[in-house]
């Protein structure tokens, strides 16, 4: 079985890779009663270290839109963040990798956008009494399809901590990117 698992092979052991991307978030708030997704922009780059042929180390930085909208569709809550994914990559087919690890997210951004007869307007959180909390704890996993150095990836990134401080809405986000990687 190990022999067989070697043959897929992705990495150079010893080989560092950067991988720029661009993806779409699909995010909302999990236990929110009155939400719907939104949509945004995720971009970044990651940088992934070879320890053996099938194992790799990643690491990165995102700039990733997420937060939710409300039923009604009058009103957006705008939680954007900047992620540093710690991944540990296991390539187990050829050009196929599964992720698993931890990503604080810093915010840097707390709004809310809302429309009332065709006016739209956009405050901080703070002044409507959504006190963002700072770092944002999640779990992402994933797989990832490699083809001739062009990368897809799909994670979902499970939220562990509260997003504003008196409440009890966490991030869920699944964030669909494609990159190109790139050997130092």
Known sequence: MMASVATFAQNAVGQWTIQPKVGLNIADFQKADDSKVRCGV????????????????????????????NNDGNGTLKADYINVPILANVYVAKGLAVKLGLQPGFNVNNSVEASADGVTGSVSGERVG?????VDLSIPVGLSYQYNNFVIDGRYNWGLTKVYDGGDVKNSVFQITVGYKFSL
């Open 42 to 69: 995720a971009v970044g780059a990651e940088v992934e270290y070879g320890v053996s042929d099938i194992f790799g180390l990643s690491f990165g930085a995102l700039y990733s839109m997420q937060g939710c909208k």
């Open 130 to 134: 959504l006190e963002a909390k700072t």
